[in-house]
């Protein structure tokens, strides 16, 4: 599971790509008690905002918290990844 972003700089706006990860999602149900199962009726900007921040905080890329981490961009396109496709299950080998 991983989704991709374009956030700009709201300083210099150059671009930068950032990808969620699974650890992203989990960390994001830890946080706000809600499940990601539910994104397709019920996710929120602040949530994808959410999710680029924290990828950007746990690999190094930001030392700041969410809403001055906001600040410090102007926009956010969620943009596609190729690996966040998940196969049909009969396209999948079973394992065991």
């Known amino acids: 599971m991983k989704q991709g972003f374009v956030v700009v700089d709201a300083k210099t706006q150059v671009e930068r790509r950032i990808v969620a990860v699974l650890g ?14 539910k994104f397709d009726t019920e996710c929120t900007f602040t949530d994808l905002c959410w999710l680029a ?4 905080f746990k690999n190094k890329v930001t030392t ?4 001055p981490w906001c600040d410090e961009n102007d926009s956010l396109l ?3 990844v190729s690996e966040n496709v998940i196969p049909a ?3 999948v080998p079973l394992i065991g």
């Open 64 to 67: 700041l918290d969410f809403l």
């Open 89 to 91: 299950l009969g396209e």
């Open 53 to 56: 921040w924290h990828a950007e």
């Open 24 to 37: 992203d999602y989990v960390a994001f149900e830890a946080e706000f008690n809600r499940s990601v199962a």
């Open 78 to 80: 969620p943009v596609p």
